[in-house]
């Protein structure tokens, strides 16, 4: 996996491994923390993911540091960060102490994504793009798998304090982001990257695919196992497990699936997901059988590896000095649905959760019509089918 130890690859398999551990941990044990020692309700924890998702949504001002600080330097310092926030949260376990340690890693994990697909789709060609980000995102999975196994046997064996599993994950991020700040040269940037906000008009498409991926994504994370465990009662030692079942999937899956989108191409990937996403979602809405519930999250989860397909595309269509910022206008683009639609469908929910499910397969449907706009080979000039027509008609 790793021909040379110093290479731009193993950097970005590096950052790989140190992202999960934080935040997987982070993850796994919220819900728990805030309930048993800072005494959340309702109300305390929507504020909460509400703050967590608002660097998400203020991703595109990546750019304007991207003036003082390299993109390599940037994301090993946003692995720092990540970590500092995570190693802290179990020392302040109130409302305010909560709210600013939340933020301080959502700060760190949002800059680093950000980091992590403008690195990616900068150093890796464009022929070798499907293979190797299927690749980090099995890196990813192992990584997660391995954290969490960790923490439910902790759990499971000794009684150990919130405190010391939080600050043990952040410590081991912050470790992994000091080894890549100081253990890699420093790579030649091949192209010089813009430094504004960039929207072009010739985006539109990646636009549309990447806010609909924000939507598709929230219901899966927020409603999907939810529903395990609100109609099924689905206890938390199961859900991890859960989980971990899908890290272990993904780890095999992921990387068959990169070789599969860079042979039938972005447009057959996309169509294969959505369709795939419109008859999980109708299930949903419809699921009686815990068992039956179950496979329909780990079938959404393996879905969730195919919308790499997304970003290969941006690869080709993009002027390369445009992918730092537009990698940062994207995220920002995606959490615009993450800030939203959680409290909207959250009300849906209330009346009846199937219709939460129902508007998922109709967003689903939007993305396969917009999906199938995406030209056989993708290119600068030819970014969807319609450009590729009036071409043609052009010359006709």
Known sequence: MFPNVRSKKTFLYVLAVGSP????????LLNNFVVEVANFSGREIGILQSLREIPGFLAFTV????????????SALSLILLGIGTAITGFFPSFLGLYLTTVLMSIGFH????????????????????RELGKIISIRAAS???????????????????VWI????????????????????????????????ILRKRYWLYYSLTFLAG?????????????????????????????IINSAITIWAAPKLGILIGKIGERRALTFEYLGLIIIFLSYAVVDSLYVALVLYILDNILFSMSLAIKTYFQKIADPADIASTAGVSFTINHIASVLLPAVLGLVWIQNHSTVFVIGAFIAGISLILSRVIP????????????TNREKNSEI
Do not use: H
């Not at 750019?63 to 940037?74: A, E, S, T």
């Not at 997660?144 to 919130?162: A, E, P, R």
């Not at 598709?216 to 991890?240: H, N």
């Open 21 to 28: 551990i934080a935040f997987a941990a982070w993850q796994a």
């Open 166 to 197: 939080y600050a043990s994950a952040g410590l081991s991020a912050v470790i992994i982001g000091i080894f890549c700040r100081f253990s890699f040269p420093k790579f030649v940037e091949k192209v010089e990257q813009r430094k504004e906000i």
């Open 63 to 74: 750019v304007f540091l991207l003036v003082y600080f390299r993109q390599q330097n940037f």
């Open 215 to 243: 939507a598709r994504r929230q219901i899966f994370m927020v409603f999907a196992g939810f529903l395990l465990v609100q109609k099924f009662g689905f206890p938390l030692d199961k859900m991890i497990l859960l989980i």
């Open 144 to 162: 997660t798998l391995g954290v969490l196994t960790i923490i439910y046997s902790v759990l499971m064996l000794f009684q150990t304090s919130y």
């Open 376 to 387: 056989d080979s993708p290119e600068q000039g030819i970014e969807t089918r319609l450009n």
């Open 111 to 130: 800059y680093l994504e950000t980091m992590q697909t403008s690195l990616s789709l900068q150093w890796l060609t464009k022929e070798e793009a499907p």
